[in-house]
């Protein structure tokens, strides 16, 4: 049996702001180990539950952070950038589930360093429907026919992938007290969160997949004009007002690659 993990950072826990998130900060270094060894709980649960295929997305900004020398044996690993379909690389239908861990709220919404794919975007829709991160993996997932059975985070990621998948497990190894702050639990504890967590969602596997419209559209919108000038730029894209860009998408695979091309192009933007 194959399970699919997607590793982001911002939700790992202990994690409070972006000194442990961003390569060139004080604490990243410590994020980095704390990363690895959340990632080699789940690992070692889903070996525990018979899973032989065991594939690794390291989803986290330049997706390099994984150390690989501290990874578990019997993991695979995609590390590093640019990749096709970025968080959801090597997701297929050939995973009896996926797993998402280190995963954070939506742009706008309260959660430790919340946010959409970069500090450029306040909002990403689809078909009208605001939706984060989170859920627009969780669509890829779902169109092939792949249940994401768990989500670990703070308690408001939680919150956001209860309403959009019910039966998901949720594992709340910290909570947030602002964007950039937390009540932290201790490393045992954590650990015995998301081990037990992942030990019930791989027995149970209560979530269903989150099945994505046909010919979805895409809307993003920006921090200001001239991101969403270059974010146009991508082919069949249009402004629709003076922040937002549209992308009528043939299904979910091309709607995300958009996204993930407009993204990167918005952040060309010099703010003045």
């Known amino acids: 049996m194959k399970l699919w993990i997607s590793v982001d950072m911002e939700g790992i826990n202990g994690l409070p702001d972006d000194t442990f998130v961003d390569s060139s900060m ?70 009896e589930a996926a797993v998402f861990i280190g995963y954070h709220s939506r742009a706008g919404k309260p959660g430790v360093m919340s946010h959409s794919m970069t500090s450029g975007v306040r909002n990403f829709y689809i078909n009208d429907i605001a ?20 989500v670990a985070g703070d308690d408001f990621i939680a919150s956001e992938a209860k309403e959009l998948i019910p039966g998901i497990e949720t594992a709340i190894v910290k909570e947030a007290v602002s964007r950039s702050s937390a009540i932290a639990f ?10 037990e967590k ?20 895409l809307k993003i919108e920006f921090c200001n004009y001239g991101q969403a000038e270059w974010a146009a730029l991508v082919p069949k894209t249009k402004i629709i007002d003076e922040t937002t860009v549209m992308f009528e998408a043939e299904d979910i695979f091309e709607a995300y690659q958009a996204m993930v091309a407009m993204t990167e192009l918005a952040m060309k933007c010099a703010f003045s």
Request: negative net charge.
């Open 26 to 95: 004080r604490n990243y270094t410590r994020g980095q180990k704390i990363m690895t060894e959340e990632t080699n709980w789940v690992v070692e649960e889903a070996l525990k539950a018979g899973y032989d295929d065991i594939l690794v997305n390291d989803s986290h900004s330049k997706m390099n952070n994984i150390l690989l020398e501290e990874l578990h044996e019997e993991a695979r690993l995609i590390t590093g950038d640019v990749k096709p379909f970025s968080m959801v690389q090597g997701l297929d239908e050939s995973a």
């Open 131 to 150: 939706i984060g991160e989170f859920g627009l993996n969780a669509y890829v997932a779902g169109a092939f026919g792949v249940p994401v059975i768990l």
């Open 186 to 195: 201790s490393k045992a504890k954590a650990e015995k969160i998301i081990r």
């Open 198 to 217: 992942v030990k019930i969602a791989l027995k149970d596997k209560k979530a269903a997949p989150l099945i994505p419209p046909e010919n979805p559209v």
